[in-house]
Each structure stands twice: as structure tokens, then as C-alpha cells.
């Protein structure tokens, strides 16, 4: 079987550069989002944001709106497709 691989780029890129999918409809609980900084807190980033590059350029994100709002000032790890 031949898999198509999408992954054009692995960068690392600051989180507030990263543009919000305004399509995402997930909202994370008050309880998810603390269980998430205790996990980030213990063990860090264990893999990366999922984004399209816009035709400006910019990184739209497909996964990863939680981690953006969470560290918004981070560098974080990006899979551009």
C-alpha cells in the first residue's frame, strides 16, 4: 500500500504566530486544561502541532489550539502540510 505523506516541513515556530482554525469546535474543560498543564508540567511536549500553510505564508492550525493558548509564548515543535 502506498501512503501519501502530507508532511511538507517540521519546524519549530512561536505559538501566538500561529493562526486559529476558525472552523475548530472543540473547547477544552477547566478540568481538561488542568490535567493537561500537570501532563506538560511533568513530561513537556511529547509531539507537535498539526498546521496548513495559507498562501500567505502563515501556519494555520489543524491540532494543537489548546497547546497555542496554553503557551503562547513558546516555541513550539510544527508539522506543516
Not at 23 to 45: A, C, L, M, P, T
Request: hydrophobic content about 35%.
Amino acid at each position: 500500500m502506498d501512503i501519501r505523506n502530507r508532511v511538507i516541513e517540521y519546524r519549530l515556530c512561536k505559538a501566538s504566530e500561529l493562526v486559529a482554525n476558525p472552523k475548530n469546535w472543540r473547547k477544552h474543560s477547566d478540568r481538561q486544561r488542568q490535567v493537561y498543564r500537570d501532563v506538560v508540567s511533568e513530561i513537556g511536549f511529547a509531539g507537535a502541532e498539526l498546521t496548513r500553510q495559507l498562501p500567505d505564508g502563515r501556519l494555520m492550525l489543524i491540532d494543537g489550539h489548546m497547546r497555542q493558548e496554553e503557551h503562547p509564548e513558546a516555541e513550539l515543535p510544527v508539522l506543516v502540510t
